[in-house]
Every structure is written in C-alpha cells, then in structure tokens.
C-alpha cells in the first residue's frame, strides 16, 4: 500500500497511524509519478483538485484554467489528500467509508 500526501498534513499522520506497512510519498518532496496521477484522475476527476487549499488560492484564473492533470504535475500540493493506492485501487481522503474499505 502507498500513501501520497504531505509529512505535515494531519489527515495524512491519521492515516498514516492506522497502517503498519505503508509506503509514504510526500508529494511536496517527491511529487507524484505521472501514471498515478492519470489513474487517479480517472477514478476522481476534478475531485482529486483541492479546491480549497492554500495554493488553489495563490493561483491566479489563468493557471487555474488549466487541466487539471497539468495543474497537479506543475503543484502537486494541490491534490486532495491522502491519496492512497492500494494494489492498484485508489482512495481518496480519509472518510469514514474510506476508513472502512482499507480497515
């Protein structure tokens, strides 16, 4: 199983604290491959872009025009997180149902 999110996101260490073999990405330092992000934003769509994160608000409407695909490869701080990948199924965030599936 991998997790990609940021060391810092308490979302993140909630999740991160309920599994004992997980691989950690911090998408901040290591971004997030290119394959994954396609993946992911085929199950998701536009629901993979955190629209109410901090960096979605630095953004001016020109950047934020772009695909998102684009958008996530150029600021990858900007996914919903975690994102986890679990034998080549991808969760999204840290929900109850979320919670659930993966326990």
């Known amino acids: 199983m991998r997790l990609y999110g940021l060391k810092n996101c308490d979302t993140c260490r909630k999740a991160l604290k309920t599994f004992n073999d997980v691989e950690f990405v911090d998408v901040r330092a290591d971004g997030v491959p290119v394959e994954v992000l396609e993946k992911a934003f085929a199950a998701f769509g536009s629901a993979l872009v955190n629209t109410r994160s901090t960096t979605w608000r630095g953004l001016t409407e020109e950047e934020r025009a772009k695909p998102a695909l684009d958008l996530l490869a150029e600021h990858p701080t900007l996914m919903k997180r ?17 919670q659930s599936t993966l326990g």
């Open 82 to 98: 975690p994102l986890i990948e679990r034998n080549g199924e991808f969760f999204l965030g840290w929900t109850t149902d979320v």
